[in-house]
C-alpha cells in the first residue's frame, strides 16, 4: 500500500496559513493606522482652529501626514479585500489535485477495509455453518430421542415431552437475554451495541463463559 503525502493538501495549508497570517498583519496595520488618521485629523483640525486664532497659516505638515496616513490605511484596507480573492484564486488551481488526492486517500484506505471485510466475512462463513452443525446434530437428536423413548413412553403412559424443545435455539428471538436464556446466536442489539457504541454489550460480556464446563 501506497504512503499517503498528501502534497497538494499541505500546499493549500500553506497558503490558507500564510494567508491567514497575511490578513491579521494588515489588520493590525489598519487599526494603528486608523488610530493614526484618527489623531491627525485632530490634530490639523486644532492646528487650524488655532491658526484661525492667532492669524496665522495652518500646519501643512500635519495635513500632509494626515493625507499620507489615509492614503495608507486605504491602501492596506484594499489589499485585505483583496485577500480572500486571491486565495480562493490560487485553490481553484488545486481543486483537481486535491480531489485526485482524495480518490487516492479513499481507494488506499479501501484494501485495509477490504481485508477486515474479509475476516468478517470468513466468520460469518464459520458462523453460519455452525448453524447447519448445530441443525443437523438437533434433528439426529430429536430422531435418536423419539426412536429411543416413544415406545417406551407409551407403554407406560409417560410424557415423552418434545424433543424440538430441548437444546433449543430460538432464532426468533428479538435481543439477547440474561441467564439461562442467554443465547450462543448473535442478535441485533449485540451488533448494534458493537456498530454504534464500539463495545460489547454487557450481557454478552457477562456470558462469555456461559456454555464452558
Known sequence: MAIFKGDAIKRVNKLLDKGEARRTKLQEKIETLQEEVNFLYQAVQDDFNEAILEDKEPNKKLSSDLEKAREELAQAQFQQSQIDAVIQSEMDKQKEAIDKERRDFVADKGEEFRELFDEINELKMVYLNKLIEYRNKH??????????????????????????EHHSININQRYQLDGRYYSPLVYMDEIREAFVDGKISFTTLKNKDAFKQ
Open 139 to 164: 434433528r439426529e437428536y430429536e430422531f435418536e430421542y423419539r426412536g429411543t423413548f416413544k415406545d417406551v413412553s407409551e407403554r407406560l403412559g409417560l410424557r415423552m415431552g418434545d424433543p424440538r
